[in-house]
């Protein structure tokens, strides 16, 4: 059964620290992994995406890493801004034929708390 | 445990004619998301409805309208359907504890392929 799983499920730190949050999955075939970033209520917004050949890619202050020996990811947000505070959700594909319903396998989120 | 249940998995229509899509909430979830995400691309938000309302809209289409019942599931009507309605919807359930302490459970989705 393909899972994601993320940790922790919810952080608080001051603003202007860094953090990081983990993603493991048992997803197979592996197809990418990305994160997103969530307000509640609101749609997901990108913020990395990588596959199987990828380690490491940024995007400002995220800086997304990836090991797929291990099958795990983490997310690395530098400087914390008080906008940082939302979820943020790991979601790994997998092949399928003609890419289905079934290619997506979401992690339940990491709640992020900026405080001033 | 009880996941989010999506009906049907997989739904095919033609150009101008109208479908539903189902959502039946993990038990005692309070909010419903709908997403639509086309080929290669990120889930764009539709619509959501907590305790039965109308909480927020997003990118929904006036062809396409939703609402949430008393017993929670939400269903999604869209009517006139155009070839690129074709997508996979998703929807999420969560319970609403506070700000920022809100998990989003997904649905596995359903493929809507318009020819």
């Known amino acids: 059964k393909n899972q994601v799983e993320q940790s922790p499920q919810s952080l608080i730190i001051l603003e202007g620290k860094n953090c990081t949050l983990q993603?493991?999955?048992?997803?197979?075939?592996?197809?990418?992994l990305r994160w997103y970033k969530q307000d509640t209520g609101r749609g997901p917004v990108s913020l990395t995406i990588?596959?199987?050949?990828?380690n490491t890619k940024s995007n400002g202050r995220y800086t997304a890493t990836l090991d797929a020996d291990t099958k795990q990811s983490s997310l690395h947000i530098t400087a914390s801004q008080l906008s940082d505070s939302a979820s943020y959700i790991c979601?790994?594909?997998?092949?399928?034929?003609?890419?289905?319903?079934?290619?997506?396998?979401f992690g339940k989120g990491t709640h992020l708390i900026i405080q001033p | 445990a009880a996941g989010v249940i999506q009906s049907p998995r997989h739904l095919i229509k033609e150009k101008r004619e109208t479908a539903t899509l189902k959502c039946y909430p993990i038990p005692r979830h309070d909010t419903v998301y709908w997403y639509q995400q086309g080929p290669g691309q990120d889930p764009q938000f539709l619509i959501s409805?907590?305790?039965?309302?109308?909480?927020d809209k997003g990118s929904i289409p006036d062809r396409f309208s939703a609402q949430q019942f008393s017993d929670y599931h939400s269903e999604l009507n869209m009517s006139s359907l155009e070839l690129g309605d074709s997508a996979l919807y998703f929807c999420?359930?969560?319970?609403?504890?506070?700000?920022?302490?809100?998990?989003?459970?997904f649905g596995p989705g359903t493929r809507l392929l318009v020819l």
């Open positions: 979601v790994v594909s997998a092949y399928s034929r003609g890419g289905g319903a079934d290619g997506l396998t």
């Open positions: 999420a359930s969560s319970f609403q504890l506070a700000v920022y302490q809100e998990t989003q459970y």
């Open positions: 990588m596959t199987f050949s990828e």
């Open positions: 993603c493991n999955y048992t997803v197979s075939p592996f197809s990418n």
């Open positions: 409805f907590y305790e039965k309302m109308q909480s």
